[in-house]
């Protein structure tokens, strides 16, 4: 397998086909698991659903990829949602490194964590020098990499919008698409980039934010200035609500479908390139009809 380069280059994934050396034909090279390494703050449920989603397909074979570890940057008991990540991911015997982004900054009395992001992340890839991920995924990570760190893995990050769409937290990228007064939303997987949510998307689903189950909800914010709506309303705004609802109902099966291309080829990253099976760029792949036929297995339909 290809490993990640200690030197700051990026794995290649799946591995490259190969010439057999006693005839002519080329043959595709001997397949070995997918590696991933899994970075999450674990602040809330989501942060856990996702890599129990993972771990729990990966046990029943669904999945053909094993984790090397998971990074969270709190200490233990620094918080209990991201205590009960790393207790899943214990549970599971995957290694744990945690290692305290808030201590850091205090420990160097620094104003904010971006005055010293650069040296928080050497630190952090010091730390996880024995293991040699083929991808990282992004889950519920509250810090934004910095440019070493993106260097040094291929990374995955889970962005809830469309490529192309609002960059920013998923409030933000909510509140955006109302004051656009958009028809649309969806939530992508892209390449981790050292523009923030700017990397090369990699798949992705839509769905409309029109319709009659949305109507009403438009209806009863149709005029107001976005600063009055966020005033009276806040995050309790039921068109809010329900965008951010169908969002996280399609997210866990996104990643997981997405992980699932990669293990199998029909998927690979080189470099900061996103290539089909044929070798192909591919700039986005829509994913709609696979992430419906899970959700449809899930609630036990035909």
Known sequence: MVQSNASGGHAVWPPPTVSSSSNSTTTEAARTMLRLGWFSTGR???SRGLPRLAMDAIGSGELEAEVLFVFCNRDPGEHAGSDEFMDLARSHDI???AFSSTRFRRERGAPSLAAVREDFDREVMRRLEGYAPDLCVLAGYGLILGAELCRRYSTLNLHPALPGGPVGTWQQVIWKLIQDDAQE????VHLTTEELDQGPPITYVQFPIRGAAFAPL???VRGLPIDDIKTRFGEDLPLFQAIRREGMR???PLLLETLKAMAAGRLRVEGSRVLDEGGEPV?????NDRVERALARDDGSP
């Open 218 to 220: 438009w209806e009863q």
């Open 283 to 287: 700039r986005g792949l829509c994913l």
């Open 44 to 46: 809330g449920e989501g």
């Open 185 to 188: 939303q969806g939530t992508m």
């Open 95 to 97: 290694p744990v490194v």
């Open 250 to 252: 399609l997210e866990r």
